[in-house]
Protein backbone atom coordinates (compact mmCIF):
# COMPACT_ATOMS: atom_id res chain seq x y z
CA UNK A 1 0.00 0.00 0.00
CA UNK A 2 1.22 3.35 -0.77
CA UNK A 3 2.21 5.91 1.95
CA UNK A 4 -0.19 8.94 2.07
CA UNK A 5 0.56 12.32 0.72
CA UNK A 6 0.63 14.73 3.88
CA UNK A 7 -0.21 18.45 2.41
CA UNK A 8 0.75 21.53 4.08
CA UNK A 9 0.51 25.42 3.93
CA UNK A 10 3.59 27.07 4.03
CA UNK A 11 5.27 23.51 4.65
CA UNK A 12 9.07 22.96 5.41
CA UNK A 13 11.43 22.44 2.39
CA UNK A 14 14.72 22.62 1.32
CA UNK A 15 16.02 24.43 -1.69
CA UNK A 16 17.80 21.80 -3.16
CA UNK A 17 14.60 19.21 -3.09
CA UNK A 18 12.66 21.98 -4.33
CA UNK A 19 14.99 22.63 -7.09
CA UNK A 20 15.29 19.21 -7.62
CA UNK A 21 11.36 18.68 -8.11
CA UNK A 22 11.28 21.70 -9.87
CA UNK A 23 14.19 20.56 -12.90
CA UNK A 24 11.80 17.15 -12.99
CA UNK A 25 8.81 18.92 -13.45
CA UNK A 26 9.97 21.57 -16.02
CA UNK A 27 12.63 19.41 -17.46
CA UNK A 28 16.14 21.64 -16.88
CA UNK A 29 19.19 20.61 -14.81
CA UNK A 30 19.03 21.46 -11.26
CA UNK A 31 19.56 24.71 -10.12
CA UNK A 32 21.90 24.63 -6.90
CA UNK A 33 20.86 26.84 -4.39
CA UNK A 34 22.87 29.73 -4.89
CA UNK A 35 20.99 29.56 -7.99
CA UNK A 36 17.61 29.45 -6.90
CA UNK A 37 17.14 30.45 -3.64
CA UNK A 38 13.28 29.22 -3.22
CA UNK A 39 13.38 30.16 0.72
CA UNK A 40 14.03 33.98 -0.28
CA UNK A 41 12.19 34.05 -2.99
CA UNK A 42 9.21 32.95 -1.57
CA UNK A 43 9.64 35.11 1.77
CA UNK A 44 9.90 38.18 -0.74
CA UNK A 45 7.34 37.34 -3.52
CA UNK A 46 4.55 35.14 -1.90
CA UNK A 47 1.72 34.83 0.12
CA UNK A 48 2.51 31.60 0.67
CA UNK A 49 3.07 27.93 -0.66
CA UNK A 50 2.14 24.42 -0.82
CA UNK A 51 4.27 21.18 -0.12
CA UNK A 52 3.20 17.80 -0.25
CA UNK A 53 5.36 14.94 1.18
CA UNK A 54 5.04 11.15 0.83
CA UNK A 55 6.37 10.26 4.22
CA UNK A 56 9.67 12.45 4.10
CA UNK A 57 9.78 12.75 0.27
CA UNK A 58 8.84 16.24 -1.66
CA UNK A 59 6.34 14.99 -3.94
CA UNK A 60 4.87 18.25 -4.78
CA UNK A 61 4.79 22.19 -4.46
CA UNK A 62 2.53 25.39 -5.57
CA UNK A 63 3.67 28.87 -5.23
CA UNK A 64 1.22 31.04 -4.08
CA UNK A 65 1.56 34.58 -5.08
CA UNK A 66 -0.55 37.95 -4.94
CA UNK A 67 -0.83 41.47 -5.27
CA UNK A 68 -1.19 42.27 -1.31
CA UNK A 69 -4.88 42.97 -1.71
CA UNK A 70 -7.67 40.66 -3.39
CA UNK A 71 -5.51 39.01 -6.14
CA UNK A 72 -3.95 35.86 -5.81
CA UNK A 73 -2.15 33.09 -8.47
CA UNK A 74 -0.85 30.11 -8.21
CA UNK A 75 2.98 29.35 -9.97
CA UNK A 76 5.49 26.29 -10.70
CA UNK A 77 2.46 23.17 -9.95
CA UNK A 78 5.04 20.53 -9.43
CA UNK A 79 3.99 17.10 -8.80
CA UNK A 80 5.88 13.89 -8.89
CA UNK A 81 5.25 11.29 -12.10
CA UNK A 82 4.74 8.92 -9.27
CA UNK A 83 2.36 10.63 -7.64
CA UNK A 84 0.26 12.30 -10.08
CA UNK A 85 -3.17 11.37 -11.43
CA UNK A 86 -4.34 10.74 -7.60
CA UNK A 87 -5.50 13.75 -6.31
CA UNK A 88 -2.02 15.33 -5.13
CA UNK A 89 -2.05 18.61 -7.30
CA UNK A 90 -6.09 18.65 -6.75
CA UNK A 91 -5.67 18.94 -3.12
CA UNK A 92 -2.54 21.22 -3.42
CA UNK A 93 -4.45 23.57 -5.46
CA UNK A 94 -7.34 23.67 -3.16
CA UNK A 95 -4.99 24.34 0.05
CA UNK A 96 -4.18 27.21 -1.87
CA UNK A 97 -7.17 28.55 -2.35
CA UNK A 98 -8.67 28.03 0.98
CA UNK A 99 -5.54 29.75 2.39
CA UNK A 100 -5.93 32.77 -0.01
CA UNK A 101 -9.16 33.30 0.75
CA UNK A 102 -7.99 33.25 4.29
CA UNK A 103 -5.54 35.58 3.81
CA UNK A 104 -8.39 38.29 2.37
CA UNK A 105 -8.07 37.51 -1.37
CA UNK A 106 -11.41 37.29 -3.80
CA UNK A 107 -9.56 35.72 -6.51
CA UNK A 108 -7.31 32.89 -7.53
CA UNK A 109 -5.52 33.13 -10.68
CA UNK A 110 -4.04 30.58 -13.07
CA UNK A 111 -2.37 30.53 -16.81
CA UNK A 112 -1.32 27.19 -18.58
CA UNK A 113 -0.54 25.74 -21.41
CA UNK A 114 -3.43 23.81 -23.35
CA UNK A 115 -2.44 20.28 -22.46
CA UNK A 116 -3.45 21.02 -18.90
CA UNK A 117 -6.73 22.19 -19.01
CA UNK A 118 -8.32 19.48 -18.16
CA UNK A 119 -6.42 19.77 -14.47
CA UNK A 120 -7.03 23.23 -14.16
CA UNK A 121 -10.59 23.91 -15.50
CA UNK A 122 -11.94 19.81 -14.87
CA UNK A 123 -10.00 18.44 -12.03
CA UNK A 124 -9.86 22.20 -9.75
CA UNK A 125 -12.84 24.26 -11.37
CA UNK A 126 -10.81 27.03 -12.46
CA UNK A 127 -13.36 29.28 -15.18
CA UNK A 128 -11.65 29.81 -18.34
CA UNK A 129 -10.71 33.43 -18.65
CA UNK A 130 -9.12 34.92 -21.85
CA UNK A 131 -5.22 36.19 -21.18
CA UNK A 132 -2.36 37.26 -22.66
CA UNK A 133 1.66 36.88 -22.62
CA UNK A 134 4.64 38.87 -24.14
CA UNK A 135 8.05 36.96 -24.37
CA UNK A 136 10.38 39.58 -22.84
CA UNK A 137 13.77 37.87 -24.05
CA UNK A 138 12.51 38.20 -27.42
CA UNK A 139 12.06 41.82 -27.31
CA UNK A 140 14.04 44.28 -29.24
CA UNK A 141 16.78 45.77 -26.32
CA UNK A 142 16.94 48.65 -28.75
Known sequence: MTPPVTVA???VF???ELNALH??????RVYDGTDWDWKS???RHSLGW???RREERLVGFVNVLWDGLIHAWIQDVMVEDDS???GVG???????GRQAGLAGCEWLHVDFDDEHRPFYIDACGFTPTQGGLIALRSLDPG
Open 84 to 86: RRV
Open 41 to 43: LLD
Open 50 to 52: VTA
Open 9 to 11: WRG
Open 23 to 28: ARAFGH
Open 14 to 16: DNS
Open 90 to 96: TQMVATA
